[in-house]
């Protein structure tokens, strides 16, 4: 019998705040519900079609009349102390509000949710579009406010909202396809970059499940999602040439840092033209080889020293190791093109459920993988006694192990057995030896992998 009476016990009713949710306003409505219902003379009224009349001279029985178990005076007691207990729990609403002036207990709670601005009218639920994720909220938390949001603005029986015309007889759920809009609107407010990332990384599964369904994977997966778009985007690869070396791996340089040289750079000066200059014409803010006055003759031959001085200028003599092409000074559209940087080519394949983008790189002699992106997809790592150095020949490379998978693109398979290596630039480098195994041809020309 204790256990029983401790079941029907519900939490200590408490009192609303000036400031509530949706999720904390029917958690205190749910509870006071439940606790009004322990009590049988309250039953009638707390009914989802209970009403009554405002208390005033002309309705002194608020609309009751007698009755086989109780008269009209006595429900209006009850009736009374029921709004009273309400009215104690809600102290930002006028007390006459509810206990003298209310006319249904769905009226009571509609009173309640216009004073905190999330009345159920069809403008409110317009303001789903300003819910964002806040500075110090979890992704969690942000997607139980987007579910709790949704959820209350489902229309329901009887309520005063239609919809094309027609009045709601059945209480409305939450489908599938509105699941999946949540989970969407959800990952686009936390990154706009995740959607993208999602459909890669969860391409296989996405094909027999619903978005909604996977979402326990997101979730506990979404630090590492977070960290692979914050690197994507402050790394983003681009070669010039290659050359064979031990495992393929040649230093990479930043476009704002200056590649070693020996040769020191020419400085950047003022345009202005020596011949224009010593004649004393007024207009001398040009380079030579731009001045009109130059024969043409000697245009060209001046192009082509400067394009053979900025081939040397930019790229370091040897063959050891090859950077990036770059220079400080102002490009003219009229002078000749400097070299041409390209990405290295790549296929984007699929391990299990997750994406990965493998670099073909026919420069180098061996396989690579980094060691977190081997961590991400789930590689068993096994011991290596290999080791690998950079271009220069003398600069190792960190190598945690091997690995050997299987990679799927659409209906094709790929062996990839390569070396975990600590730091490299790229997800996945496949060398001469992915590409003999697995028949892989480039043409630059034409953009293509066969």
Known sequence: NNMANNMQRAPRQWCLTKTETVNTFENWRQNLVYTLSLDPNFAQFIATDAKWEKRCAAHPNRGFTDE???????????????????????????????????????????????????????????????????????????????????????????????HHGDVIHVD???????????????????NPALPKLIKQRYGTELRSRTLASIKPEISQALESLLDEIASADTAKVMRTKTRPNLRGQRPAFSRRQPAPSN????????????????????????????????????????????????????????????????????????????????????????????????????????NMIRHDTAVRLGCTIKNSSQSAHQADGSSPLTIVGEITISLARKNKSFQFCGLVVQNLDVEMLAGTPFMEVNDITIRPAKRTIT
């Open 68 to 162: 086989n178990d109780h008269t009209a005076i006595q429900q209006a007691y009850m009736l009374d102390l029921m709004l009273g207990q309400i009215a104690n729990y809600c102290p930002v609403i006028s007390r006459n509000t509810i206990a003298k002036n209310s006319t249904s207990l769905s009226g009571i709670w509609q009173t309640i949710r216009l004073h905190y601005g999330f009345q159920s009218t069809g403008a409110h639920f317009l303001d789903f579009a300003d819910i964002h994720l806040q500075a110090d909220e979890r992704p969690e938390d942000l997607y139980q406010r987007l579910v709790a949001f949704v959820e209350d603005n489902m229309l329901q029986e009887g309520s005063v909202i239609l």
């Open 172 to 190: 409305e759920e939450m489908s599938p396809s509105l699941e999946n809009m949540v989970v969407l609107t959800w990952l686009r407010l936390i």
């Open 263 to 366: 040769n020191p750079r020419r400085p950047t000066s003022m345009k202005t033209c020596p011949l224009c200059k010593q004649v004393g014409r007024s207009d001398v803010h040009h380079f030579l080889s731009e001045c009109s006055y130059l024969p043409e003759q000697d245009r060209r031959y001046m192009a082509k020293v400067r394009q053979v001085s900025d081939i040397i200028d930019g790229v370091v003599e040897g063959d050891d190791d090859t950077y990036e092409v770059y220079d400080e000074r102002p490009v003219n559209t009229t002078t000749v093109q400097r070299i041409d940087v390209r990405q290295s080519p790549y296929l984007d394949a699929f391990h299990d459920h997750h994406a990965v983008r493998v670099t073909i790189d026919s420069g180098a002699t061996g």
